[in-house]
C-alpha cells in the first residue's frame, strides 16, 4: 500500500462513542437513530465502468474488496463452475468474479475423446482445446452493486439505511440497518445480502470511505487490466463508449454497454458493464424491472378489493335483518 | 441492453441458475403474514359489525375487539423476531416513506395498535353509559378502520413490489390478500360469536362468510393466470397439495359446510378451514421465492 494509504489505514476511527452503564446505553441505543447530522453537499456523481473484454480473471478486485474493507472469509468450497468459488455476490463478498466458459458441444469433440468429462449431456474434452476447431473463448467479469440511479433497494428501505451518498453511490449505514431483508427481496441484480454474524444487510460501498478522503476504490486501484475503472460517470459512459466503436472497428460488433442508459422501465446503473455476450449469459437480467413501476396499481387493486368485500359485508348484514 | 447474436456454443452456468436472492423471510413471517391477516380482518369486520348492526353484534364484539388487538401483539412479535437485529426494530419508526410499502404499514400498523389498544379498553373497562360516550367511541372505531384496512392492505402489495419470481409478476396479489384478509376476519367472528352463543349474530355472519368467501375467490383467478408459468415451475406435487389446501380445504370444502345447513359443529369446522386454509395459502406464497430459486 501507498505511505498515505497505509497512514489512513491507521487512523482511529473518529466518533462519539456510546457512553458507559446500562441505562444510558439504553437511551442511547434508542435515541442515536433518530438523530440527523449535515448531509453533506452534493459531489460530482462517480461509479465504475467495467470492460470485461480485458478482464484476465486474476480476482484482484475480489482481494483487494475483502483486503479493505476487512471482510471476513468465506472458507473455501469448490463449486464445479469453472474457476468461480465465490459462488455469488454476499455480505462478505462484494466484488465476484464470473467465468462463463463458452466452448463447442458439437460431435468433433465427442468423438476426440469419448472418455471427456461429460456436460449439458455432450462431451467436451478440455485436453483438445488447441485442436478444436471451431474456437471457444472465456468470458469473464467482475461483479458487483451496479449503484442503481434509482435504487430499488434504497427505495424499499423502511429505516433509511439505505441512501444515496454525495457521490451518487448507494451506502447502507450499517449503524442504522435491522436487517428487514426488504432490500434484499428488492434488488433485480441479487446483490443484497444479510449477513449472519450481525443480522445486518451489507454490500459494495464503492468504497465510501476511500473517495472522501480522494482515494480510488479498492478494486479499481488493484486491477491490472483496468478492467475495472473508477472516475466521473458522465466521463465513464463517454471512454465507454468510445472503447465500444473501437470494438467494433476490431471486429467484435456483439460489444455494447450495459446499464449506461435508462431504460423504460430501469434507471441508469453507476456501474455499468462492457458486454460480448447476452446479459443473461453473464447472470444479469435481460431487461431488469424497478418494481416501484408496478406500486401504485398494486394499490389501488388492493383498495378496490377491500372496499367490495366490505360493500358485500354492508349488504349482507343489512339485507340479514330483513 | 441486447447484444448482437452471438453463436453461443454452450450455456452459461449462470444463465440457468436464478438472479435474484431470496429474502431470509420464513415460517416466521408466514405467520406474520397470517396474524396480521387475522388482527385486522377481525378489527374490520367486528366494527364493520358494531358500526352497522349494533343491536346484533354489541356482545360478540366484546371479544372480538381484544382478541384483535392480542392478535396484533402476536403479528408484531413475528415481525420483530424475524429481523436480523430484533433490537433495532425501532428503526423502522426512524423515517416516514410512504413509497415504501414496508414503511407504509409499519406505520399503519402501529398507529392501528393505538386505536386497538383504544378500543380493546372501551369494550373491556366499565365505561359509564351515554350517548356522548357512545359517539365517542364509534369515532374511535371509526377512524380506526382506516389504519386497520391500510395494515390489511399493505402486506400483499410488499410482496408484489419486489424481484422476487412470482411475487414480482403478481398484479393481483395484494388484491388477493386484502379480500382474503377480509374473510378471515369474517370466520373469527362466527367463530366468536358461535362461542358466545349469539344465534342472531352467527346466523348472519354465516351468510356473510358465503358471500365474502365466493367473493375473496375472484381475484384468486387473475392471481393465478399471471403466476402460471411460476406455478408450473413450483414442483408439481407439492402444488396439488398446497392447492389442494389452499382452495378446496380454505374455500370449497368451508362453503359445502356453510350452505349444508345451520349446525354449530358445521359452522365452527367452515370457519376453523378457513383458518387454516388461509395458513396454507398465506405460507406458500412467502416460499414461493425460496422454491423458484
Not at chain 1, 423502511?158 to 441512501?163: E, K, M, Q, S, W
Not at chain 2, 405467520?31 to 369486520?45: C, E, K, P, S
Not at chain 2, 389504519?147 to 408484489?160: D, M, N, R
Request: with cysteine.
Amino acid at each position: 500500500m501507498a505511505t498515505a494509504e497505509t497512514r489512513l489505514a491507521e487512523t482511529p476511527q473518529t466518533g462519539e462513542m456510546p457512553p458507559a452503564g446500562g441505562s444510558p446505553s439504553l437511551l442511547n441505543r434508542l435515541l442515536k437513530p433518530f438523530r440527523r447530522g449535515v448531509p453533506p453537499a452534493p459531489r460530482r456523481a462517480t461509479g465504475f465502468y467495467t470492460d470485461t473484454t480485458v478482464c484476465i480473471g486474476c480476482k484482484a478486485c475480489e482481494v483487494a474488496c475483502k483486503q479493505w474493507n476487512q471482510l471476513p472469509a468465506d472458507g473455501l468450497e469448490w463449486t464445479g463452475n469453472s474457476y468461480d468459488n465465490t459462488g455469488a455476490l454476499s455480505a462478505t463478498s462484494w466484488r465476484h468474479v464470473k467465468f462463463i466458459e463458452q466452448f463447442p458441444l458439437d460431435g468433433s469433440a465427442a468423438a476426440a475423446d469419448p472418455e471427456g468429462p461429460e456436460r449439458d449431456g455432450a462431451r467436451l474434452s478440455l485436453d483438445l482445446l488447441p485442436d478444436v476447431p471451431t474456437p471457444g473463448r472465456w468470458l469473464m467479469m467482475s461483479d458487483v452493486c451496479k449503484h442503481c440511479a434509482t435504487a430499488p433497494c434504497q427505495q424499499a428501505c423502511p429505516t433509511g439505511a439505505l441512501l444515496h451518498t454525495e457521490f451518487t453511490n448507494v451506502y447502507i449505514q450499517p449503524d442504522i440497518c435491522n436487517g428487514c431483508a426488504y432490500c434484499i427481496a428488492s434488488c433485480p441484480f441479487g446483490v443484497i445480502t444479510r449477513a449472519s454474524f450481525d443480522g445486518h444487510a451489507h454490500k459494495c460501498t464503492l468504497c465510501y470511505d476511500r473517495q472522501r478522503d480522494g482515494l480510488v476504490p479498492a478494486c479499481a486501484k488493484a486491477c491490472p487490466t483496468q478492467s475495472i475503472q473508477f472516475g466521473p460517470i458522465d466521463e465513464l459512459r463517454q471512454r465507454a463508449q468510445q472503447r465500444v466503436e473501437e470494438l467494433h472497428k476490431r471486429g467484435v460488433p456483439s460489444a455494447y454497454l450495459y446499464g449506461d442508459k435508462p431504460t423504460a422501465q430501469y434507471s441508469p446503473l453507476h456501474s455499468f458493464y462492457l458486454l460480448i455476450d447476452s446479459p443473461s449469459v453473464y447472470g444479469l437480467p435481460e431487461n431488469p424491472v424497478n418494481p416501484w413501476v408496478h406500486m401504485l396499481g398494486d394499490y389501488a387493486r388492493s383498495v378496490v378489493s377491500a372496499l367490495v368485500m366490505i360493500a358485500a359485508l354492508l349488504i349482507v348484514l343489512y339485507l340479514g335483518s330483513h | 441492453m441486447q447484444a448482437d447474436s452471438h453463436p453461443q456454443a454452450s450455456s452459461s452456468h449462470y444463465a440457468s441458475g436464478p438472479v435474484t436472492k431470496a429474502p431470509n423471510w420464513h415460517a416466521l413471517v408466514a405467520w406474520d403474514t397470517m396474524f396480521n391477516g387475522m388482527a385486522t380482518g377481525l378489527f374490520v369486520v367486528a366494527s364493520v359489525g358494531e358500526l352497522a348492526r349494533p343491536d346484533i353484534f354489541t356482545h360478540v364484539v366484546t371479544l372480538a375487539y381484544p382478541a384483535a388487538l392480542l392478535l396484533l401483539f402476536a403479528d408484531l412479535t413475528c415481525l420483530v423476531l424475524d429481523l436480523g437485529d430484533p433490537l433495532r426494530f425501532h428503526h423502522m419508526l426512524r423515517v416516514f416513506k410512504p413509497s415504501s410499502p414496508m414503511s407504509l404499514g409499519v406505520w399503519c400498523i402501529t398507529i392501528f395498535s393505538l386505536f386497538a389498544t383504544a378500543v380493546a379498553l372501551l369494550t373491556l373497562l366499565p365505561i359509564p353509559d351515554g350517548p356522548g360516550l357512545q359517539w365517542a367511541r364509534r369515532l374511535v372505531i371509526g377512524i380506526g378502520l382506516v389504519p386497520a384496512l391500510l395494515a390489511a392492505i399493505y402486506k400483499g402489495v410488499l410482496y408484489s413490489t419486489s424481484s422476487q419470481p412470482l411475487w414480482k409478476d403478481a398484479r393481483w396479489l395484494g388484491g388477493y390478500l386484502t379480500a382474503s384478509t377480509l374473510v378471515l376476519g369474517c370466520a373469527e367472528m362466527l367463530l366468536l360469536a358461535t362461542f358466545l352463543g349469539s344465534p342472531e349474530a352467527v346466523n348472519m355472519l354465516r351468510h356473510a362468510l358465503v358471500v365474502l368467501l365466493l367473493l375473496g375467490s375472484a381475484p384468486l383467478a387473475p392471481f393465478c393466470w399471471e403466476v402460471r408459468k411460476d406455478l408450473a415451475r413450483m414442483n408439481r406435487g407439492k402444488l396439488s397439495r398446497a392447492g389442494l389446501l389452499s382452495i378446496g380445504v380454505g374455500v370449497l370444502l368451508p362453503l359445502c359446510l356453510l350452505l349444508a345447513g345451520s349446525q354449530v359443529s358445521l359452522e365452527l369446522c367452515a370457519a376453523l378451514l378457513v383458518l387454516v386454509g388461509g395458513f396454507v395459502t398465506r405460507l406458500e406464497i412467502v416460499m414461493a421465492p425460496h422454491a423458484l430459486s
